[in-house]
């Protein structure tokens, strides 16, 4: 029997979804939600219990989600905490590649092995924000509500503002000269409501668009500015000279190819970008808003719904994403991101 059942207004527990796993009872709100049990999809429900029906792989699993847009991959069966062997390590970073989003499941690990982790995939870089950055690793960028000492931080607060950037559409990065490469993020403080981080593939955005598009798009560059975005946000604390002179104005290709897949992607991250090199600031926003809209269709998108223990890693050359808000002056949240410096970007263009 398959059963679709839209949302648990009261909460679900372990021994419901044990009776649903029985039954092969389908969860099903929003397609793209991730999937924790076999045949289950567990979706928009208020799903706090530690889930200790999940399936615990004995080796290295990677499992994709399946929701037909070929996007994101659970990885099962490895503990982060470990030195990894390069043949795993080879795997990881083919299956990043190919699925764009990983999510290495029930993960406890500290800065310090997020750190080790990440860099098997190469160097990281700094943020440019000191003031989001942690004291005791400089490669961890904190992405947080609730300051080092425990503290939950008001919303007015420079850096909860701040945060607000990772609520618009965006690629890590976009406004460095070598932009990202990837990002591991690691969830410590969840939210119940809220919260949720979208990926969108802009490979296949890419692939659908009308060739005439494709043909438009192709020589195209735009300039990107860290400086935008924060004015997107507001009233921050203005950056040091130090901090100003590491993020000058950049230009890139609007439309990028993998150094590693070889395949084209749209280069878009609204939220940085500023406008079209050699297009009125009108006709700029005209094709970059037309594009955007393209790109944000369900079909071409991943919304992860955090659980304890998950660790994100995904790829910055392939995808956008965002998180989504949530009530900051209730709740906590508290996320860690190493971010793996990039690749000059490869232009699709003549
Ligand atoms: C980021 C980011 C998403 C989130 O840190 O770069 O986009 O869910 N975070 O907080
Ligand atoms: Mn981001």
Same mark, same amino acid.
């Given at each position: 029997m398959i059963g679709i059942v839209r949302s648990f207004a009261g909460g679900i527990n372990v021994n419901t979804i044990k009776a649903l796993e029985r039954s092969s009872v389908v969860i099903q709100e929003a397609k793209n939600y991730a999937c924790r049990t076999p045949?289950?999809?567990?979706?928009?429900?208020?799903l706090v219990e530690y889930p200790s029906v999940w399936e615990y792989a004995m080796s290295l699993e990677i499992r994709p989600n399946p929701y037909g847009n070929h996007l994101s991959a659970e990885? $099962? @069966? +490895?503990? #982060?905490?470990?030195t990894l062997d390069p043949e795993t390590i080879r795997t990881i970073h083919d299956a990043w590649v190919d699925y764009?989003?990983?999510?290495?499941?029930?993960?406890?690990?500290?800065?310090?092995?997020?750190v080790e982790f990440t860099r098997r995939f190469g160097a990281l870089e700094e943020f440019p924000m000191k003031a989001v950055r942690s004291d005791a690793h400089n490669e961890i960028f904190r992405v947080s509500n609730v300051d080092t000492q425990g503290q939950h931080l008001p919303a007015e607060h420079n850096t909860v503002r701040y945060?607000?950037?990772?609520?618009?559409?965006?690629?890590?990065?976009?406004?460095?000269?070598?932009?990202?490469?990837?990002?591991?993020? $690691? @969830? +410590?403080? #969840?939210t119940r409501?809220?919260?949720e981080t979208w990926f969108c593939d802009l490979e296949q955005v890419y692939e659908d668009l009308p060739a005439a598009m494709r043909k438009r798009v192709d020589p195209l560059r735009a300039v990107h500015d860290f400086e935008v975005s924060r004015r997107a946000v507001g009233n921050l604390t203005p950056l040091s000279a130090e901090e100003k002179a590491a993020v000058p104005v950049v230009e890139h290709p609007l439309v990028r190819v993998h150094p590693v897949s070889g395949r084209r992607s749209l280069f878009l991250s609204p939220v940085h970008m500023s406008h079209i090199v050699g297009m009125s600031?009108?006709?700029?926003?005209?094709?970059l808003g037309e594009l955007i809209d393209l790109a944000v269709q369900d079909k071409y998108l991943y919304k992860h719904r955090w659980w304890p223990g998950d660790v994100l890693m995904w790829d910055n050359r392939s995808l956008m994403h965002w998180a989504q808000p949530f009530d900051e002056g209730v709740l906590r949240r508290v996320m860690h991101r190493t971010t793996l410096a990039g690749e000059r970007i490869a232009s699709a263009g003549p």
């Open positions: 045949g289950v999809l567990l979706i928009n429900c208020d990885v $099962r @069966g +490895i503990d #982060l905490a470990h764009k989003v990983l999510i290495f499941v029930d993960q406890h690990i500290s800065d310090a092995q997020q945060l607000h950037v990772t609520q618009k559409w965006h690629i890590d990065s976009s406004y460095r000269e070598i932009p990202s490469k990837g990002a591991v993020f $690691r @969830g +410590i403080e #969840l409501h809220g919260g600031i009108a006709d700029s926003s005209m094709l």
